[in-house]
Structures are given as C-alpha cells and as structure tokens.
C-alpha cells in the first residue's frame, strides 16, 4: 500500500462515538502509511487509523483491478465489435462472441 492509492472498503465499520467510519463499497484515499497503521482519508476530508495488520480484512485494492483491465478493455475497442467479449481467469483467456441471449429471473430461488 503507498501513499495516495484508492482503496475499497470490504465491510462498515462504526465507531461507538462517531457513527460510521467507513461505508462497505465506498472509496478511500490513502494517506499516510507507517510501520504499524495507516491512515485513509474520505470525501469529507476526515482521516481514520487503521492497524496494518487489518488492511485485507477491510479493504481491497480499487485501482488495481482497474489498470490491469483496462489495456484489455482499449485493445476490444480498437480492433473487435461491441459483442466480443473476453473471459480471463488464472491460466486462460477466451475471446466469445455473444450471438443470441435471453435473460430470465423466474427460476431463482430466494
């Protein structure tokens, strides 16, 4: 973690004396990060301490996942149409082409 990344929270996390201090989903700047804590800054301007030890316990990456994407993401738009689409996972990458669909909820179970 370096100073000035954006990261996500995983969970809410609230403070007894201050309501919420961290919303699930939301993103935070980092600010500082020492030896044993970092220190994440939110939209209002506020700074909040977390033990390091807790980062993937709270938080994930947010800019991580997108700059691996989105070189991806440019080459389909230069050289493919909108209905080509690929499907990566850890030793394979397969490029498909979506020919018909049909979406239908009526069969999921509550």
């Given at each position: 973690?370096?100073?000035g990344?954006?990261v996500?929270?995983?969970?809410q ?9 961290v ?13 044993d804590?970092?220190?994440i ?6 700074h909040h301490?977390?033990?390091n030890?807790?980062?993937?316990k ?7 996942f997108?700059?691996?994407c989105k070189p ?9 149409h909108?209905?080509?689409?690929v499907?990566v996972d ?5 490029m ?9 909820n009526?069969f999921?179970?509550?």
């Open positions: 973690m370096k100073i990344e954006k996500t929270a995983k969970k996390i609230f403070s007894a004396c201050r309501g919420t201090i919303t699930a989903g939301k993103e935070y700047t980092i600010l500082d990060v020492k030896e804590y970092f220190l800054l939110d939209d209002t301007g506020s301490s977390f033990d030890s807790t980062f993937d709270y938080f994930e990456r947010s800019d991580e997108k700059n691996a991806l993401m440019k080459y389909l738009s230069e050289n493919h909108p209905h080509v689409k499907i850890c030793n394979t990458a397969e498909v082409e979506g020919m018909k669909s049909f979406e239908s009526e999921i179970l509550d």
